[in-house]
């Protein structure tokens, strides 16, 4: 009876609060049920041309160690990134200048990127298609996995 008095918009508002009130209930009570499980799809691509054959691969300790090295080094530069720009939004707003014993300026970059709005311009001017576009190179990951043990005998039948 109460939607025949109101607009669709209060209603669709009305029932927008009581879905937020609903997961913030939920969220209290049962907090995994909000989350929905989805196997995070992890897409591949193929080796590179310039990889190890089997006979060339180094002893697993090796490559165990250079693993976790990559990982932690990847880490720290993840935390000194997230760091570089919390400290750079704040030192963007200021005007060039002495702070403390901080000189703060600005001096012109040497690189140079392609403008592609230009480039797109241009293209369609001249009715030459899309821009083409190349992909860029794919990023090494590693990750840590669970190996199960194995015994002897399933050693010795992978083996032969």
């Given at each position: 009876?109460?939607?025949?008095?109101?607009?669709?918009?209060?209603?669709?508002?009305?029932?927008?609060?009581i879905?937020?009130?609903?997961?913030?209930?939920?969220?209290?009570?049962?907090?995994?049920?909000?989350?929905?499980?989805?196997?995070?799809?992890?897409?591949?691509?193929?080796?590179?041309?310039?990889?190890?054959?089997?006979?060339?691969?180094?002893?697993?300790?090796?490559?165990?160690?250079?693993?976790?090295?990559?990982?932690?080094?990847?880490?720290?530069?993840?935390?000194?990134?997230?760091?570089?720009r919390?400290?750079?939004?704040?030192?963007?707003?200021?005007?060039?200048?002495?702070?403390g014993?901080?000189?703060?300026?600005?001096?012109?970059?040497?690189?140079?990127?392609?403008?592609?709005?230009?480039?797109?311009?241009?293209?369609?001017a001249?009715?030459?298609?899309?821009?083409?576009?190349?992909?860029?190179?794919?990023?090494?990951?590693?990750?840590?996995?669970?190996?199960?043990?194995?015994?002897?005998?399933?050693?010795?039948?992978?083996?032969?």
């Amino acid at each position: 009876m109460i939607h025949l008095l109101t607009s669709p918009r209060t209603t669709r508002t009305v029932r927008g609060l009581i879905g937020t009130v609903a997961d913030a209930v939920r969220s209290v009570i049962a907090p995994a049920s909000l989350v929905e499980e989805q196997a995070p799809a992890v897409e591949t691509v193929p080796d590179p041309v310039d990889v190890l054959a089997a006979d060339e691969l180094p002893p697993v300790e090796q490559i165990e160690a250079a693993a976790r090295e990559y990982e932690r080094a990847a880490d720290q530069a993840r935390r000194a990134d997230r760091g570089k720009r919390a400290a750079k939004k704040v030192l963007d707003k200021l005007p060039a200048g002495i702070y403390g014993t901080w000189r703060v300026f600005r001096t012109p970059s040497s690189r140079q990127t392609p403008d592609l709005a230009e480039i797109t311009r241009i293209f369609k001017a001249n009715n030459l298609g899309p821009v083409p576009m190349k992909p860029c190179a794919p990023s090494l990951k590693v990750e840590l996995v669970e190996v199960a043990p194995m015994d002897v005998e399933t050693l010795a039948g992978v083996a032969a």
